[in-house]
């Protein structure tokens, strides 16, 4: 089965705070998705990755940045945390040469920033 | 894409067969049938697709009508863990780029003891 974690189920920050959210996963999937999942709007995507070091944005990208300097792991950061920001947050990998959109999501970070 | 209309809410009874309709009349003949479900508080779980034919895996069989406008997610006997919002995509299957997954509102599956 296809294993995709979240570094932390809740999470409280303040406003300000650089947050680290680490998603990690065991297929050896090259893409890597960022979502954020808000009642009424439901998911939106912030960044994703086709591979290694590599990033393109998604929809809502500001305020967002993103890391995958390993296969496995891919980063999202909030440079400085702001109250609109509180979401939960999905994680999501794929495996590249899938002809279908089949994504594996994590179990979501949901982040309150006060 | 193609639009998808599913009902907002059912029940089933736990260790009944759970019938989810899709309409998706629109659909085109490189689009795929994805179903996703999401547990409250979880992340999506992927559970089945296809393009043309029935499918069955090991958590469930969905229907595709020979015309292909609508299909039917059958969980055969369905238990309280199966409670969920369940949503039907319709995706044209790529073999390269990654394109982010767009949810509608689904159907909110109550499985009653």
């Known amino acids: 089965d296809v294993k995709v974690t979240q570094s932390s189920r809740y999470l409280v920050k303040r406003t300000g705070e650089k947050v680290f959210l680490e998603c990690v996963q065991d297929?050896?999937?090259?893409?890597m998705f960022w979502y954020r999942q808000d009642p009424g709007l439901g998911l939106r995507l912030i960044y994703f990755s086709y591979d290694v070091k590599m990033k393109e944005k998604g929809d809502i990208p500001e305020g967002y940045s993103v890391s995958r300097e390993k296969k496995e792991r891919f980063s999202l950061i909030l440079e400085s945390a702001s109250t609109n920001q509180t979401s939960m947050y999905l994680c999501?990998?794929?495996?590249?040469?899938?002809?279908?959109?089949?994504?594996?999501f994590g179990p979501g970070t949901r982040l309150l920033v006060l | 894409d193609a639009k998808t209309t599913q009902p907002p809410s059912m029940d089933c009874a736990e260790g009944r067969a759970a019938n989810l309709p899709c309409n998706h009349s629109?659909?085109?003949?490189?689009?795929?049938v994805y179903w996703y479900r999401q547990i409250h508080s979880q992340g999506p779980q992927y559970i089945i697709h296809?393009?043309?034919n029935n499918e069955t895996n090991e958590m469930a069989s969905l229907i595709i009508t020979e015309d292909r406008k609508s299909s039917t997610l059958i969980l055969p006997h369905a238990t309280l863990r199966d409670t969920a919002v369940y949503y039907c995509i319709v995706r044209v299957g790529r073999g390269a780029g990654s394109y982010q997954l767009t949810f509608g509102k689904g159907t909110k599956l109550s499985v009653i003891p």
């Open positions: 999501a990998s794929r495996h590249r040469g899938a002809l279908e959109e089949t994504q594996y």
């Open positions: 629109t659909i085109s003949g490189n689009e795929y």
């Open positions: 296809g393009l043309k």
């Open positions: 297929m050896d999937h090259e893409n």
